[in-house]
Structures are given as structure tokens and as C-alpha cells.
């Protein structure tokens, strides 16, 4: 089985979309999804499928839009995706340090897109990068580093024009999200050697 982790597109942010957690938990394993939680307010969800990723990511946005009545973008990652996302981290200890010290707020964020959008989408971003907003795209992630506040940010202000469904999280939040995977990832591991 597979451990994934839903991430939701703009629930529960300036009183809009509102979906309490233990209501997306139901949601999730009224479809029949295993090991459900979820962490903290913003919509990450991890569970366990056997079923494949496109097809998980409909199947959730028509369920949510079912029960809470509202749309919302569903862009899945693995357990191993989000290993690899916090190892291939392009930018240094000392940008990230750099960073935080021109920002009283958290200043790396991740883009999570749900595929890789089209060159001349990226080539747009462009005009919106600064000394102040760096990005670096590897895969189907963008890198963002902010030295001031993410809200004043033309460049994360902008990734919609990408035309393709993402959704944002800071860096403590992937560590954390990583965290919680690789704790699930261990008990399927000695459920497994338990039964052997």
C-alpha cells in the first residue's frame, strides 16, 4: 500500500471554505481510504491506497464537493515524494538563513503542482522574480524562497498563471508532513514483518 499525502487547495483561509478536520477524515475513509489523519488546519491529509494517483486525486474532489459542497484542488504526493522534495532542496543553508533574517516571518514555501506545467507557463514567472522572491523549479515542485512576507509576494501572487492546480506550504509544514509519512510508512513495514 502506498502512503499519500493530500494536500487542499484554500480551505478553511479567511473564513472561506470551511471543512473541519474530523469531517475530512469521515470524508476520506467513507471512500475507502486506510490509516486516515490529518495535520493541522490548511488541509493535509496522509492515508493509505492501493489505488493510482490520477484516479485518487478525481475521486477526492468530487467527494469533497460533494459532502462540503464547494470545489477544492486535491494535489497528492507520496511518502518518497516528500523524501525526495526535502533532500533535493535547491536552495543552501545560508540563503535560507539569509532569507530568514531580512523576514520576521517563515520565508521557504514549497508550490506543489499536480503536473508539470507547459515551458512558456514558467518562462512567465520570470518577470515576477526579485532580489527579494526566488524561485527554483525541480519536477513538479517550485522551490520559493521569500525575504519578505509571502502575502506581499508578486511572485507567489502569481503561480496561478501557471495554469495548472497548486497549492502552497511552508517548509516546517513538509518537514512535519514527511515526518508523519515516514512514521506510517514504518508501521506498515513491521505489520508486514509481524505477519511473515
Not at 511572485?155 to 508523519?180: C, G, M, S
Request: charged share 30%; with cysteine.
Amino acid at each position: 500500500m502506498t502512503t499519500y499525502i493530500a494536500l487542499l487547495r484554500g480551505i478553511n483561509v479567511g473564513g472561506k471554505n470551511i471543512i473541519k478536520m474530523a469531517d475530512l477524515k469521515r470524508a476520506f475513509e467513507a471512500i475507502g481510504l486506510r490509516e486516515v489523519q490529518t495535520y493541522i488546519q490548511s488541509g493535509n491529509v496522509l492515508f493509505k491506497s492501493n489505488q493510482k494517483e490520477e484516479f485518487l486525486q478525481r475521486k477526492l474532489e468530487r467527494k469533497i464537493k460533494e459532502i462540503f459542497g464547494f470545489s477544492v484542488t486535491v494535489v497528492l504526493r507520496t511518502a518518497s515524494d516528500l523524501e525526495r522534495i526535502i533532500e533535493n532542496c535547491p536552495f543552501s543553508e545560508e540563503e535560507v538563513i539569509d532569507a530568514m533574517s531580512s523576514s520576521e516571518v517563515e520565508s521557504q514555501y514549497i508550490a506543489l503542482l499536480s503536473h508539470a506545467p507547459l515551458e512558456e507557463k514558467l518562462e512567465y514567472l520570470n518577470a515576477f522574480k526579485s532580489k527579494n522572491d526566488e524561485y527554483r523549479i525541480v519536477g513538479c515542485d517550485i522551490f520559493l524562497l521569500f525575504r519578505h512576507s509571502i502575502r506581499d509576494s508578486k511572485l507567489a501572487n502569481n503561480l496561478y498563471q501557471l495554469d495548472v492546480p497548486v497549492t502552497v506550504r511552508n517548509w516546517k509544514t513538509i518537514n512535519k508532513l514527511a515526518e508523519l509519512a515516514q512514521v506510517m510508512e514504518k508501521q506498515t513495514e513491521s505489520v508486514h514483518e509481524n505477519e511473515e
